[in-house]
Every structure is written in C-alpha cells, then in structure tokens.
C-alpha cells in the first residue's frame, strides 16, 4: 500500500486546512485510515481514525474541531481541521491498517505510512 498525503500549510490561529491522503496498491477492504502527527521535540501521536467501516476515532485535544472523513471508493480520507491552535503545528502523517485494532492510538500498530505534511499555525 502507498499513502500519498496533500494539503498541509500555514494558517492562522482560528483557521482551516484540510488534508487528504489517497491509497493505492494492495488495499484489504477491512481497513483503519487516518492520521498522527509529530511536533518538534514530542512523540509522533494520533489525531483521528476512520475505519473502513464508518466508526470514527480522536484524540481528545481534537474532538470537536477536526473531522475525519473517508471517500472509500477513492480509498482516500480527508481531515478537516477547523478552529486550528499553535499546539496544532505539527508534521501530519497519514497511516494505514490493515485492519481494525484497539490499539488505534499506537504507531507501531499502523502498517504503512505517509511521507507526512507540514502544518503551521501562527499565533
């Protein structure tokens, strides 16, 4: 599976962006997309899962302002990110499951990777 991720940048505080992130090669039709980031000097951690299925996951600093969604046919999902904070700067990287775990949230659980986007939020 290749991940192929766009639409990072510099935004305001209080801004948007939206990122996407397309999949192609072997792709199992039971699978978990979705999203972690690294700011510098911090572990890489998660920011939102889609299951293949529908279910929806955040991590709790993101719940109501980024929205994760999922064009299954294009294997491609998108991350809303709205009322963006400086805390938000960060490299965005796209990961991809094979299938579904409870250890959503760990890195190691994630067969396959993005080459990240930069996202930049000014105070």
């Known amino acids: 599976v290749q991940l192929q991720a766009s639409g990072g940048g510099l935004v305001q505080a209080g801004g948007s962006l939206r990122l996407s992130c397309s999949a192609s090669?072997?792709?199992?039709?039971?699978?978990?997309m979705g999203w972690f980031r690294q700011a510098p000097g911090k572990e890489r951690e998660v920011v939102a899962m889609?299951?293949?299925?529908?279910?929806?996951y955040y991590t709790d600093s993101v719940k109501g302002r980024f929205s994760i969604s999922r064009d299954n046919a294009k294997n491609t999902v998108y991350l809303q990110m709205n009322s963006l904070k400086p805390e938000d700067t960060a490299v965005y990287y796209c990961?991809?499951?094979?299938?579904?775990?409870?250890?959503?949230?760990?890195?190691?659980?994630?067969?396959?990777w993005g080459q990240g986007t930069q996202v930049t939020v000014s105070s």
């Open positions: 090669g072997r792709t199992s039709s039971n699978n978990a």
């Open positions: 990961a991809w499951r094979d299938s579904w775990t409870t250890a959503w949230r760990t890195e190691s659980s994630y067969h396959y």
């Open positions: 889609r299951r293949s299925g529908g279910s929806t």
